[in-house]
């Protein structure tokens, strides 16, 4: 019981990192470059995580490390349109919600791609995150900014990034796909960086200060303690917990960076978290039976 319950704190602080990773990211690419801010973040976060899967990595075959690394090209695309949204929006809150749509693009990425039609509790949910959405754009004049339109297009490619995980990578373990899809992300960021951006001549001590935090935490403290987390709790108390990450990146961007929401966004920011709630524990409810 005493461990459960610790574990359980282990996923909503790792839920607070998460929350705080986009204030991270958001200091840091005031100086530096997004892509190359990515790439470095995540090459160095997957060099702290490789060392404590060195045993797993050399009973590993090259087919299965190249499969690996092929998936998180794909997780890598969605985080290049995460960390540009991300710097062309004043409201990470929003963001943060938006992101959390992925689960719920999950179904239909699986319906195209195995065949397997989404359940019934999907279509249910369906309708109130459309309208969440909605209620979230009405401050536009009901049409998505760019921003909105980016975090939505890396909602869709983390969830073909998730089936792609499921159906490729399941035999690998958890902190070695994150390992090796960290390395891929950092070092396609670096090359994109390298052909695409201009790094300034002098960076801050405040901005590296954001970025080591970026790194250490946010990254490669965050991931472990999830992956702790998730193996002590069970799925459907994990999946709803992890749904606290937007809820601490809106209330950090408020305190931060005095995001004011509109009555219309935050209708919009409940009903979508209902949405995603109602799907998960569903889901969960089913696969438990």
């Not at 990192?17 to 892509?35: D, N, Y």
């Not at 075959?61 to 540009?84: D, P, Q, T, Y």
């Not at 970026?214 to 965050?222: D, N, Q």
């Not at 002590?232 to 305190?255: G, H, R, Y």
Request: aromatic fraction near 12%.
């Amino acid at each position: 019981m005493k461990s459960r319950y610790r574990a359980e704190m282990i996923l909503i602080l790792t839920t607070l990192i998460a929350g705080a990773g986009w204030v991270f990211s958001k200091q840091s690419i005031v100086e530096l470059p997004p892509l190359g801010f990515i790439g470095s973040r995540f090459l160095l976060a997957a060099l702290i995580l490789l060392p404590f899967c060195r045993k797993e990595l050399k009973a590993l075959g090259w087919a299965h490390i190249l499969r690996a690394m092929m998936v998180g090209c794909f997780m890598a695309s969605a985080l290049f349109c995460w960390i540009f949204a991300v710097s062309v929006s004043d409201t990470l809150g929003e963001g943060a919600f938006i992101m959390s749509l992925s689960m719920l693009i999950v179904p239909l990425v699986a319906w195209v791609m195995t065949g397997t039609a989404p359940p019934r509790s999907f279509w249910l949910a369906l309708p109130m995150a459309l309208v969440g959405l909605l209620l979230i754009s009405s401050a536009t004049g009901w049409q998505f900014d760019l921003s909105q339109l980016w975090f939505l297009m890396a909602a869709i490619g983390f969830s073909i990034h998730f089936n792609l995980n499921r159906i490729y990578v399941a035999k690998i373990s958890p902190i070695l796909l994150t390992s090796l899809q960290l390395l891929t992300t950092g070092s396609l960021g670096l090359l994109l960086s390298y052909h695409l951006e201009t790094w300034p001549e002098t960076v801050s001590h405040n901005t590296w200060a954001w970025f080591t935090c970026s790194v250490i935490i946010a990254t490669s403290l965050r991931y472990l303690l999830q992956t702790t987390g998730q193996k002590l709790v069970e799925s459907t108390n994990a999946a709803l917990i992890m749904l606290l990450e937007p809820i601490w990146t809106l209330l950090l961007s408020i305190l931060v960076y005095g995001e004011t929401l509109p009555v219309s966004k935050m209708i919009g920011c409940a009903i979508l978290l209902s949405a995603l709630i109602f799907f998960r524990f569903s889901t969960m409810s089913k696969a438990a039976r």
